[in-house]
Antibody, heavy 120, light 107 residues
Framework: QVQLVESGGGVVQPGRSLRLSCAASGFTFSRSGMHWVRQAPGKGLEWLAFIAYDGTNKKYAESAKGRFTISRDNSKNTLDVQMNSLTTDDTAVYYC?????????????WGQGTRVTVSS | DIQMTQSPSSLSASVGDRVTITCRASQGIANYLAWFQQKPGKAPKSLIYAASSLQSGVPPRFSGSESGTEFTLTISNLQPEDSATYYCQQYNDFPLTFGGGTKVEIK
């Protein structure tokens, strides 16, 4: 079955960096586009970034542009997001999500999320 | 950016009721509309894609429809386990955008 397991969350000081990872299994990772989505405490869902199945196409939300970098390693079945210059507004649960085949960018599976707290 | 306006923000209904949630897009998105269910402390779960297609394993009491830029999620025969927050999302264009959510409470 499809499994997406995020890791790398934790408490980080403002201005610092953090790298989140998503380990994928149960499907052919190298054929699937992937997203990162986050949810601040008590708030709704916010799409952050997309990467195509082969890594050649990347898209970012305005809030992530210039600070976050999405990447993938199809040999290891992992998806990453490098987050720099973190602020308290980046405090959230971060989810990776799989693009459903045939939907361009639609989502079918989500990971369980990893919590990031930006605090001094 | 495409704005997704979801209503109502919350509702309360009884077991067995029929519940309708609406999402309006600020511009045309064809049928590139998804619905997600999220329970407290849990990851979202995908319910519907392409406005009206059920994801695998989703009970048939969930259904979706579209009329122009207005999209509807209907839960027929509401069950206790349907208590959750529901989000719509457009994936017609980047940035992908979500509606504000609808919290469904069981009376």
């Amino acid at each position: 079955q499809v499994q997406l397991v995020e890791s790398g969350g934790g408490v980080v000081q403002p201005g610092r960096s953090l790298r989140l990872s998503c380990a994928a299994s149960g499907f052919t990772f190298s054929r699937s586009g992937m997203h990162w989505v986050r949810q601040a405490p008590g708030k709704g869902l916010e799409w952050l970034a997309f990467i195509a199945y082969d890594g050649t196409n990347k898209k970012y939300a305005e809030s992530a542009k210039g600070r976050f970098t999405i990447s993938r390693d199809n040999s290891k079945n992992t998806l990453d997001v490098q987050m720099n210059s973190l602020t308290t507004d980046d405090t959230a649960v971060y989810y990776c999500a799989r693009v459903k085949s045939g939907t361009y960018w639609g989502i079918d599976y989500w990971g369980q999320g990893t919590r990031v707290t930006v605090s001094s | 950016d495409i704005q997704m306006t979801q209503s109502p923000s919350s509702l309360s209904a009884s077991v067995g009721d029929r519940v309708t949630i609406t999402c309006r897009a600020s511009q045309g998105i064809a049928n590139y509309l998804a619905w997600f269910q999220q329970k407290p402390g849990k990851a979202p779960k995908s319910l519907i894609y392409a406005a009206s297609s059920l994801q695998s394993g989703v009970p048939p009491r969930f259904s979706g429809s579209e009329s122009g830029t207005e999209f509807t999620l209907t839960i027929s025969n509401l069950q206790p386990e349907d208590s959750a927050t529901y989000y719509c999302q457009q994936y017609n264009d980047f940035p992908l955008t979500f509606g504000g959510g609808t919290k469904v409470e069981i009376k």
